[in-house]
């Protein structure tokens, strides 16, 4: 059993270019929730989707934006770059949309950093 | 105030030692409390998981949750260098998993 995969693991761009990052769920996951980890700072929550449909949303504008697959794997997509941007992006798969006694699995995070 | 209270450290002990990693949260509202550990350069990884005041232990850990003072806490004890991480506290509210987490607290533990 594979466990959840992130793509690229560091990237750097400019401010005000775009950026995509990738997510593999771990097997037989269907809910993938992203979060952006500020040096310092616990992971913040930036949304969740649920069998391709976006299931809560976390204080972020709308150049966050994602997506996610019939394989439920996921994208983050972020617009117009900011320097405040610069963080780790953490995907974090699991098997149930809500529930409370439901771990989330970490990938290792995508390293963005915006000059 | 934040949701959710952390001290940053970092905290250094020698190896042996018992290790307290304290929480407060202001949301009476909160159900659920979570304790993660973070190693350099990875993702979280979830250690104890709770719904209710008192104690849960496993293994090394103990996790403690005090719902009336909103204070929560992990235990380590007989510490060892490979415990040597950043701990997250994750609190949620029922009904949904999105947890809330604590900034961290770095924890070193010398040889």
């Known amino acids: 059993e594979t466990g959840v995969t992130q793509s690229p693991t560091h990237l750097i761009k400019t401010r005000g270019q775009q950026v995509t990052l990738r997510c593999s769920s771990q097997?037989?996951?269907?809910?993938v929730s992203w979060y952006q980890q500020a040096l310092g700072q616990g992971p913040q929550f930036i949304f969740q989707?649920?069998?391709?449909?976006?299931?809560g949303r976390g204080n972020f504008p709308p150049r966050f934006s994602g997506l996610q697959f019939p394989n439920y794997s996921s994208e983050l997509n972020v617009n117009a770059l900011e320097l405040d941007d610069s963080a780790l992006y953490l995907c974090?798969?699991?098997?149930?949309?809500?529930?409370?006694?439901?771990?989330?699995?970490f990938g290792p995070g995508t390293r963005l950093t915006v000059l | 105030q934040k949701e959710v209270e952390q001290d940053p450290g970092p905290l250094s002990v020698p190896e042996g030692a018992i290790v307290s990693l304290n929480c407060t949260y202001s949301?009476?509202?909160?159900?659920?409390f979570m304790w993660y550990r973070q190693y350099s350069r990875k993702g979280p990884e979830l250690l104890m998981y709770?719904?209710?005041?008192g104690n849960k232990e496993d293994g090394r850990f103990t996790a403690q949750v005090d719902k009336s003072s909103k204070y929560i806490s992990l235990f380590i004890r007989d510490s060892q260098p490979s415990d040597s991480a950043t701990y997250l506290c994750?609190?949620?509210?029922?009904?949904?998993?999105?947890?809330?987490f604590g900034r961290g607290t770095s924890l070193i533990v010398h040889p």
């Open positions: 974090a798969s699991s098997p149930y949309r809500t529930s409370n006694d439901n771990e989330q699995f």
């Open positions: 097997s037989g996951h269907n809910t």
């Open positions: 989707y649920y069998r391709e449909e976006e299931n």
């Open positions: 949301n009476s509202a909160f159900q659920y």
């Open positions: 709770t719904y209710s005041s």
């Open positions: 994750a609190i949620s509210h029922g009904g949904s998993y999105i947890p809330t």
